[in-house]
């Protein structure tokens, strides 16, 4: 156990919905990421906030938004929903923001299914 | 483009014998490299790492080679237990400032009893 919550642990939803993904991180750690793994692909950085503030900006569409909210929770918006947004999304935490040699831990990620 | 790349889908070894997994990178900024373990249904696990001032990282039974002018890293496992079965991801990033880790695709590593 890694100490990262995320929930939901699976969900299905038409295309064109909108669902929100909840990622509570370990105890004590000011920062947390998402990363999207889709079929056969490494997972792809999306977005990484460091205490309530945007800290990095990766391959996240305009149709994904996030936030992380004051008890260090982040939660990831995911809107007008396509086939292809179908992935695993994983959020993770340090403590850092991202001193070199700090590690990551990883949730055991939320499976989208767009239908 | 990919940054980081493991070429090869899936490995078998048996069990006792040692596992070498492979990942070649191509931007000459990353400066640390992770190496994460993932079970099914798991989250990746973060395993060993080691920063560019280093050629080998060692802990157990598993070792981090690091060749930068060949921008290669590969881990080695031994010896290889059926425990050790799992996808194997190979991460990179540049330490300034941000966490933004670039992975690669994976290894599926098959321990065979």
């Known amino acids: 156990d890694s100490g990262v919550t995320q929930t939901p642990k699976h969900l299905i939803t038409a295309t064109g919905q909108r669902v929100t993904l909840r990622c509570s991180p370990r105890?004590?750690?000011?920062?947390v990421y998402w990363y999207q793994q889709s079929l056969d692909q490494g997972l792809q950085f999306l977005i990484q906030y460091y205490n309530g503030e945007e800290r990095a900006k990766g391959n996240i569409l305009e149709r994904f938004s996030a936030q992380q909210f004051p008890d260090l929770h982040s939660e990831l918006n995911l809107s007008s929903l396509e086939l292809g947004d179908s992935a695993l999304y994983f959020c993770?935490?340090?403590?850092?923001?991202?001193?070199?040699?700090?590690?990551?831990?990883f949730g055991e990620g939320s499976w989208l299914t767009v239908v | 483009d990919q940054q980081v790349k493991q070429n090869s889908p899936s490995l078998s070894v048996q069990e006792g014998r040692i596992s070498i997994l492979n990942c070649d990178y191509t931007?000459?900024?990353?400066?640390?490299f992770l190496w994460y373990k993932k079970y099914p249904a798991e989250g990746p696990t973060f395993l060993i790492s080691?920063?560019?001032?280093?050629d080998k990282n060692e802990d157990g039974r598993f070792t981090v080679f690091l060749n930068k002018s060949a921008k290669h890293l590969s881990l080695h496992i031994v010896p290889s237990q059926p425990g050790d079965s799992a996808v194997y991801f190979c991460?990179?990033?540049?330490?300034?400032?941000?966490?933004?880790?670039?992975f690669g695709k994976g290894t599926k590593l098959s321990v065979i009893p």
């Open positions: 105890s004590g750690d000011l920062s």
């Open positions: 993770a935490s340090s403590v850092e923001g991202g001193a070199l040699g700090n590690t990551i831990y």
């Open positions: 931007n000459s900024m990353f400066d640390y």
């Open positions: 991460a990179a990033y540049s330490g300034a400032g941000s966490y933004q880790l670039t």
């Open positions: 080691i920063s560019s001032i280093k």
